[in-house]
């Protein structure tokens, strides 16, 4: 949270990759398992319907990020999304729709350490691995976000990734776009992702940052500005923050998903 400090990461060797690591001329099977296994960070993306943009996204993503595992979960695209990303990915699954039942099964699916949650219409700063290993060195932080960056000058997008984030920040609040990762026993200490229709990034959150120190990555994730110039820039803004703050006021979910529903007429991924 503000004012806290980042100290060096430290990722610790398992008995199996001291094993692996040491043990002369493997078959090559088990020396794909060693190389997967050996990946700390497992990047999941969640994605429906994602045609147009899926490989670039997916190719700019692996240029900045080589050394994690990538894994894409299709919630049942109809227009190609999965055939496309299969080779740009790791492992590319299908899941249930909804951005929790997909977030969940690509965690079950992941190896590594450390998960990092992205949506697919972002694009990641550069070292973005090593900030987020930095980060977790302080073993009392069990995971963290980056600040975001519309790129746009419109007022009303300064609104969404400057003044929201100090608002999150005082009201100890933040949402998926933001780029969530965590350590993996933290992930299943949690129980993962609430499989609810709505604030399942703001539940999870919540939980998590009950568990430790939460890290903020000042490095900007850029995000994309398209879903807000489809439905309306003030109208989904305003929206955001009228069901963030029913939610704080602990309005039931499936009531804050219907508001939604009725003020934005969009299915979210």
Known sequence: MPGERFREPIHALSLHDVIILTKPELPNAEKESANIRSRPISIIVPVLNEAVSVERFLQRL???TGGAELIVVDGGSSDGTFDLAQDHCDRCVHATRGRAAQMNAGARAASG???WFLHADCEVPAGCLEQISDALRDLQVVGGFFRICIPSKRVVYRLTDSLAHYAGLLLRMRFGDH???CRRTAFEEIGGFPEVPLMED???FCKLRRLGRIAIIPARLISSSRRYEKIGPWRLTLTYGLIALL???????PVLAGIYRRTCAQVRV
């Open 202 to 204: 703001a539940e999870f």
């Open 179 to 181: 780029g969530f990762f």
């Open 247 to 253: 939610y704080l006021l602990r309005v039931p979910i």
């Open 113 to 115: 350490d450390t998960f």
């Open 62 to 64: 692996r240029e900045r």
